[in-house]
């Protein structure tokens, strides 16, 4: 929005600069929310477009920003001009203020779902020292539960019970934890011809 507002106000500066500046904001959040519906996630769908319309209104807002401070308005039409601009001006920071409550909730519903995922990877090591994790979806809901699904493989014979982890995450997180887990035994054979 500021490259672009700048581009528009001052004729020397490169015209492909605020483009690209602006289709590197708005391209690939909106090409994820296509790719996302596609295969049904909607979920992670509504958190890209949320991020796509976060930087469309950002780049408004900013835009206005440098457009009014670089006096654009011709000298005719500022009141008018300025009068526009404010009430612009005021309708983006409203909507820019409203999309960001529902990205800040989700942005920290994210940091704190891949701090439990850390607090799970630690506790794995410990509860089965040969297991080694091939997926792990850790949940932390707003419910007060904790889901843990885990796939591990593991060279032990005989795996651990999933109750001893989902105790020692519970202890960690301080909530009921949830635990699913698949096993997948790894062998190993191993021979020196003579």
């Not at 289709?23 to 996630?41: C, D, E, K, R």
Request: proline share 6%; glycine share 8%; charged share 10%.
């Amino acid at each position: 929005g500021l490259a672009g507002g700048y581009g528009l106000t001052h004729p020397r500066a490169s015209s492909s600069l605020p483009g690209v500046a602006i289709a590197v904001a708005l391209v690939p959040p909106l090409a994820t929310v296509g790719i996302l519906i596609q295969i049904g996630a909607l979920s992670q769908a509504g958190g890209a477009f949320l991020l796509f319309l976060t930087n469309l209104f950002a780049i408004i807002l900013s835009a206005i920003v440098v457009m009014v401070l670089s006096g654009f308005v011709p000298p005719e039409v500022r009141l008018q001009g300025f009068r526009n601009a404010r009430i612009g001006l005021i309708v983006s920071a409203v909507v820019l203020l409203a999309i960001a409550v529902p990205l800040t909730i989700h942005t920290v519903g994210v940091i704190q779902d891949q701090r439990f995922a850390q607090v799970v990877t630690v506790e794995v090591a410990t509860w089965d020292p040969n297991a080694e994790i091939e997926r792990l979806v850790a949940d932390l809901q707003p419910n007060g539960l904790a889901q843990v699904d885990l796939t591990v493989s593991t060279t032990s014979s005989a795996p651990q019970p999933s109750w001893k982890l989902a105790e020692a995450v519970s202890q960690r997180v301080g909530r009921a934890v949830d635990v699913s887990v698949r096993y997948r035994l790894e062998v190993t054979d191993e021979s020196t011809s003579g």
